[in-house]
Every structure is written in structure tokens, then in C-alpha cells.
């Protein structure tokens, strides 16, 4: 139903016919057809107060008619060229069809000039005008085909005519946002213009600039950003080979032999710990974790190596957890898997974050190209979430975690705390949820449209503080620690015999493999940037700073500074090929 003016209302119908009809057998009907079809929606409900009945009675003009779709192969022949609906016919359901015919309009009229140029007192033999003609198709039909997909394939969740557009028209699409929106902005922003006439300046200046290298028909292949992403699951397999097949089997062995007999404390004060059996009373909850509680044991308080590696590195999974948890506020992840950060955080948990982050760096380049930030406001991240990231992790993350491995704390306390860690992935989902929905503010609706920049000044306070916080541990454990950074951080397979040795390995693969992922990521998401224009260092440059910051502050303040980059540039700076003031002139379809 569209609301027109003059107090008109026009509204649609749609009936999925009992099977496809081509030419001739089209069907064609009469007044008498749509009225009889009207008899049948008599009883439907358009809202709670308004049914069809009324709209039918106080109808002005009415016309049931079927629904064409045709895409010819061929828009030209000789000299003669079709446009429109003679070349893309595509359904009345996204509103489509007139921009469309307008834009292949265009794509003509720059071909004729532009053979009008090149022709001798502009004369075009011919051959000349079959293939300008044959290079108006070729601008034209990538996009016309992506736009005829899509308005047709909206004509069939109207008409519901699979249980898949069922699901999506019931389900998905009221809980989509404006992914609706954004697809009728894609058909426009990487339309053709005419390129022999200056742009009106009022074009310049919209939320979702024109981009003749986005939009429909121009969208990055997933496929290809799939391919390019395999490194990552590499990553992931030869983790679970050295984490799974080499640790694991003697990590589960050291595991329950703490569970039975407990362990001696080495660091802080002397003493013996047993493990505790039921820290949270439920039997549900307490059997997944009472492994990794025995487990977490050895480097609390046995293997000082390893307690010095693993608390280092967990400061710096935080900066890590707050960009997962930030991404999954950004509009532009709405409706992926990166929208779910406690699916990654429950399986780091229990699978290792050197297995599972490199499969989230793999799905998150495949879902998140560069024509995912192609408006300001879909950058944006939803501050009644992103405002809360720093709090939730200092009371889930860090405080318990620090209060799990400071040496000067009694043991069983430590203890204690580490029962508390164990499942923070949940507390922040949960407290998180709870804190949107009760005490902080939602002002996306106003963000997005007068503030796109309005959660900028929360990232960087929150992913900077805990950068801070990791770069002290960094110098803290650089100073104090008895071992060499090499002897904390690096492997050492051939040198590993002991159960507890075992499990130090496990978390030096650990670290190392998570941390490989995010740098690579970066480097990927890097690259799309430059790709689009948008960074001018070198990459030279770019990896000479993240060297230079990961002797200096470590690991997590290199993902966390790269990743702020990154953030400020999808803030400030748009695609080489956006039409915007400043760069329109230097842009051709």
C-alpha cells in the first residue's frame, strides 16, 4: 500500500498464479475477473482496523493484470537499439522499472557521443555503430540483470511462493532494519550519468553518495572474497592440528589428574588447591567447566612460564573481545554471523581462540567488503550497545581475570575467580541486553541521520583504555618476568614433556595462532581500504608501524591501534569513486 497525494491510496494485490505462462499464452483479464477475484479477499485484514472490504469499496479505478518478466540477450541490432522495458522488463514490485529505462537511456546517450566523437564529420560507418552500440549493452547489463533479479525476486515474497519467502517475508524482512531501503538505494547509487554534462550539486551531497563502481550489478563477489580469504581457514587447521592432535590428549590427562589429586602451589602463597566440583550449583553449568577450571590451574599455580604468557595474552584478548563486540553493533553487520559475538566467545571458550578467531576473520572479510560502508551511517554502530563494551569487560573480563592470576591474592581465591572468568562471554551478552533495554539511551535513529560520527569518542575511549591496560601488562611483564620474551611467547614442541608443559604449549598456540589471524585480518581489511582509495601509505608504511607498536606495546595494542585506524578512516574518508564534492569531476561511469 502507498499513500499518494491528494488523499490517494494505491494499493496491490498479489496472487501467485497456478504456473509460469510465457507468449503467447499469457493470460489477460477483464473487469469482471478482478472483480471475482475481489470477492475472495473479502474477509482479509490489512491492519486491525482497516480490511479489504473497505479498500474495495472505495476504490476509484481498479485493473488485474499479470505480471511480466523478460531479459533479452541481444538490445541491439544494426542500427536499431531498444531501451527499457524492450530490453529488461522486470515487475512493478520494487518501483524499479522507470529508473532503470532512465538509466539505459543514458548509458546510450554516452555511447552516441562518444561515437559522435570519434567519427570522421560525424559520419559513424557501420561498424562503428555496432559496437558502440554492442558497449551500451555491455555498460548496461550487468546492473539491469542485477535490479531485474531483485525486483523479481521481491514479487515472489509478496506472492509467498515458496516456504523460503515465507520465512523471509514474515521473519526476516520485519527484523532486517532498512535493508530493505538500502537495496532501492543500491539500485541507484552505481547508476550510470551522463559523463558529457557536469552533475547537479545538489547530487553531491546525499547520506549514500553515487558510486558507479557500487551498487547492484557492481557488489563484490562473495565467492571471490571466500577464495581470498582460505589463508584464514589454514590458519585455523594447522591450529587444530598443534592445539588438538599434539596438546590436547595430555592437557585432558593433566586435567583430571588435578581434578582428582589437585596441585601445589608454586606461585604466590605455598599451598594446595583442589579444584573445586560444583562452584555454580547446576550441574548443567558446572560439568563444562570443572575441565577447564582443572586445566587454568596448572598456569595458576604451577608453571610460571605460562602464567606469565597466559596472563599477558588474556589482557590482550580483551582488546580483541571489545572489537568483536563493537563490530556486532555496526549496522552494517545486521542479519550475519558477525552479529553474534557470543557464538565466537562460547566456543573460544572451550575449542581455543586460536581455532575459532581465525574463522571469524574468515567470515567477517567474506561479509564485510568495502561497499558495506558506502553511507556514513552504516559504519555506525548502535551506541546502547557500544557504550556499554568497556564496563561489561572490566566486570567480566578483567577483574575477575586479574583477580585469577595476581600472585599476591590467596590461592583459593584465585580460584574462586577463575570459576567466575570461565563463562564471561555469557555474563556480557546477557548484561549487555539487559543494560540496553533498561538503562541505556538507543539513539541510533538520530545518529544515523545527524551524529554518523557520534560513537567514534566511545571507541576509541574504550578500545584505547584497554590498550593502555595491555601495554602496562606488556612493560610489566617485559621488566619482571624471570624468562625471555622468546622462552614466554614462542613454542617450543621438541622441549615439551611434562602435562603441565603441555598445556603452556596449548596456550602459546593459543596466542599465537589468534594473534596471526587478527594481524592478517587487518592486512585484508587494509588492503580493501587502499583498494578503494581511501589510505594512501605505502604498505611498507603500514607494516613498519605495526612492527615498530608490537615490539613497543605488544600484540594487542597493534590489532587494537590497526584496528582504530581502520575505524576512523570508514568515518572520514570516502571511496576514490564516490561522487561527492571534491571528487566528482574525476569520476566516469
Known sequence: MIVGGKGKVYWFMFKKLDKVYKVPDIPRYTKEDAEAYAKTLQGAAITPNVGFTDLWKNRTSYALVPLEEAYLKRWSWGRIACVGDGVHKMTPNMGAGGNAAIETVAALANELKKMKEISEKGKPSYDIIKEHLGNYQKTRETRATAICTASNGLTRIHALKTIRDKLFAFWILPNAGDMFIDLNCDMVTGSVKLDYLPLPERSLHGTMPFNPSQGLGHKESKMVRAVKALPFLAISCVAVYFMWSICLPHMVERGIEIMKKGVEVNIGTPGHVMPWENFYRSEFVDSRLRGLAAVFASFQFVDVICHWQTFSFLTDAGIVYAILLIEAARRANILTLVSVPLLL??????????????????????????????????????MSYTVTVLPVLILFHYLPNFGAFLPWIEPETRHMWEWIWQPFPVYISLAQYVLKKTVVPDTMQYDRKENTEGDIPTIFWTVGSLCALSAGTWWYTMAYAPYSMWTLFVPNVAATQTGDEYIRLFMQFDQAFSMAACFLW???????????????????????????????AGPGVTIGLGWLWREKTLATKWHKDALVPGNAGKVKS
Not at 594512501?536 to 608504511?541: A, V
Open 345 to 382: 566467545g562460547y566456543n573460544m571458550q572451550f575449542l581455543g581462540i586460536g581455532t575459532v578467531m581465525a574463522l571469524y576473520c574468515f567470515v567477517h572479510y567474506i561479509q564485510s567488503p568495502i561497499e558495506s560502508f558506502r553511507a556514513r551511517d552504516l559504519r555506525l554502530t548502535d
Open 522 to 552: 587487518l592486512l585484508y581489511l587494509f588492503g580493501d581500504m587502499k583498494k578503494a582509495g581511501m589510505i594512501d601509505d605505502s604498505w611498507i608504511t603500514i607494516i613498519l608501524k605495526g612492527i615498530a607498536t608490537l615490539a613497543v
